[in-house]
């Protein structure tokens, strides 16, 4: 019976318990093989610092030297073994104190793979060998530098006719004894010969029972396994992962490297579900007043954000129990790429901006926003964000400057605005303004000053400004806690005591945040927070009948994609593309009365029209 009928006979039912029970099956960089690592543009040095375990030299004899080369027409008097591979090496072995890289958990071994002629080149191989003892002979030193021998290979009956400390590469297909295994440093074999599967998504479940018991015999015999011929790409480095196999082959180290060495900040598992709210629907998308209107923004929040938080959740947000979606296009006006200040400044004044700009177009002219508009017809407003009260966001619906870093001048527009509530951390822009006189001028506009959460919501009426500190508004997985939606319902408490009705923005900050550092564990776990307060919102919409709820995003940050998910676990795999903002549209979920004006896709300056028209002023009496 061949290869292929023997794994094939594998017992196909138990193939996804298998692959599931190989999930403490971890590997890092070190179990990298550059695979044709002469063709690099800097052979060896780019595998090597990128910490590969194994790298690959195709070699052939011409004249009593050894070349490496893919083909005998490739060589080049330069591109010996010696010069590009047996030199360099012996170099950094003694570097690091006779071990093949600095930290002595990291392995090397060197895969010379013979073209032809493997008796000369053997004999050629280990003369030259013998001019770095102990560097390439692990039988005399276990931190040496292992030499693999691939491709044409002696027989194996034939493996004592050569030094100990040369192994071999075996195959799958071939029966060896107890001795010739000693001699065989690793299993591989062309993923071809098994499976047209490309790298994307995963094999069929029949080629995943073979890929596996393949992987499976070769650990029975104590020894790793490598395919080689596969795709290079994250998903393929994953599924390769979690069906046992040892060695990922790469032609891109550094970039191998980099999927592991940051795989912490691209995998995120929340063992425990959190409950979601259920809306009542009852006056979802009917025509009628809106008096109240909070607007949600996760800062830097795409589809693929809100979609691992999904998978996070187990297949459920709050959010996704909204019917009512639309989709905004977020360039500035001077990009096609917009930070926080101008997109969010876009939904603050109905008009596009510069970014950087807070509340002023690209002439530099203050332009009205909302909340001042809407404090016109007696609707007050609040502003919460779990980040800096003077950033980009939360800045462009109070402020008005030509630059988001100005945090001094941001603070000290505070006292022009009409806004009622501020809830936010940066103490320091407020209470150690170059303008003196600011908090008595703020005290003098009315507003209480509260400098710790409890005490905000202590009171029950009047204007606030909440100026934590900012180890309150640290990230949720170092503690934060519920802040968001605690201090958007107690901001709902007191406004909603307004007959005039009211606007509130509430941020959630630090998704951008986590977008900015590709961090996909504090990206979902922002959301998820975030995701909270929406549920607080829409319980709220449900009770008061005349709220709608809109969330949305300024942008999205990282540029993030899905690798791999399980809604079962709450398991997510990602990777980021940058980690810098995006132009992705980003969605808006809408629900309450009016909540149909929100479908279909629009600019992000819409959203300040969308909400005038669904408030319809021209109903409500402006304000001497």
């Known amino acids: 019976m061949d290869i292929k009928n023997i794994i094939r006979s594998a017992v196909f039912a138990g193939v996804l318990f298998a692959v599931e029970a190989k999930a403490q099956h971890t590997l890092s960089f070190n179990s990298g093989h550059s695979h044709n690592d002469y063709r690099q543009n800097i052979p060896l040095l780019t595998a090597y610092y990128a910490g590969m375990g194994a790298i690959e030299a195709d070699v052939f004899l011409k004249n009593g030297v050894l070349y490496v080369a893919h083909d005998v027409s490739e060589i080049k008097a330069d591109a010996t073994l010696k010069a590009l591979y047996l030199e360099p090496l012996a170099k950094f072995f003694r570097q690091n104190g006779n071990k093949a890289y600095a930290d002595s958990k990291m392995k090397l071994q060197l895969v010379v793979d013979i073209k032809e002629n493997h008796p000369a080149v053997l004999a050629q191989l280990i003369k030259d060998l013998a001019a770095y003892p102990g560097v390439f002979n692990d039988v005399r030193n276990p931190n040496a530098i292992r030499i693999v021998i691939s491709g044409d290979v002696p027989q194996p009956q034939n493996f004592p006719d050569f030094p100990e400390y040369l ?101 995120y598992t929340n063992p425990v579900a959190y409950p979601v709210y259920t809306p009542e629907y009852k006056v979802d998308g009917l025509l009628k007043p809106v008096k109240n209107v909070i607007l949600l923004i996760g800062d830097g ?95 462009a619906f109070y402020a008005h400057q030509i630059d988001r870093a100005m945090s001094g001048e941001i603070a000290t527009d505070l006292v022009q605005s009409k806004v009622e509530i501020l809830v936010g951390s940066n103490q320091r822009s407020f209470l150690k303004n170059k303008d003196g006189e600011l908090m008595n001028k703020l005290k003098t506009q009315g507003f209480q000053l509260s400098t710790q959460a409890k005490d905000f919501y202590g009171h029950r009426e009047g204007k606030h400004l909440v100026l934590l500190p900012d180890s309150a508004t640290r990230p949720v997985k170092d503690g934060r806690g519920e802040l968001l939606k605690e201090s958007l319902q107690h901001t709902l408490q007191i406004l909603s005591a307004n007959n005039n009705g009211f606007f509130i923005m509430a941020e959630g900050a630090q998704i951008d945040y986590g977008g900015h550092q590709n961090d996909l564990p504090y990206v979902v776990t922002e959301l998820h927070d975030f995701d909270k307060a929406v549920a607080a919102a829409l319980a709220f919409a449900d009770q008061n009948k005349e709220t709608l709820v ?48 929100f479908r279909g896709t629009y600019s992000n300056h819409e959203l300040f029209h969308k909400i005038l028209k669904v408030i319809d002023l021209k109903q409500k009496k402006k304000r001497k």
Do not use: C
């Open 301 to 395: 929040m795409g589809l693929a954000q809100i979609h691992a938080g999904y998978i996070a959740n187990h297949g459920q947000l709050n959010m996704s129990n909204i019917r009512n979606i639309g989709f905004s296009q977020t360039a500035a006006a001077d990009a096609g790429n917009t930070d926080s200040a101008a997109g969010a400044s876009a939904m603050a004044t109905g008009a596009k901006t510069n970014n950087r700009y807070i509340g002023v177009g690209p002439d530099g002219r203050k332009m009205t926003n909302l909340v001042d508009t809407l404090a016109g017809y007696g609707i007050k407003s609040g502003i919460i964000s779990v980040g800096d009260l003077t950033d980009a966001t939360p800045a």
């Open 167 to 267: 192994s071999f590469d075996g195959r799958p297909n071939i029966s060896y004894t107890a001795d010739q295994l000693k001699r065989i440093a690793m299993i591989s074999d062309d993923l071809k010969n098994y499976t047209s599967w490309n790298g994307k998504g995963n094999p069929t479940p029949g080629d995943l029972t073979m890929l596996k018991s393949l992987i499976d015999r070769a650990h029975a015999q104590h020894k790793p396994f490598r395919f080689w011929a596969t795709q290079d790409s994250p998903n393929t480095w994953i599924v390769l992962e979690r069906l046992g196999a040892d060695w990922i082959n790469t032609d891109q180290p550094g970039k191998l490297k980099d999927f592991y060495v940051h795989k912490d900040k691209l995998t």
């Open 550 to 597: 809109l969330i949305t995003a300024d942008h999205e940050t990282g540029g993030l994609t899905l690798l791999d998910a399980s809604a079962e676990k709450g398991m997510v795999t990602g990777e980021f593309s940058t980690n810098d903002h995006t132009n992705i549209m980003v969605p808006v979920f809408a629900y309450g009365p009016g909540s149909a004006e």
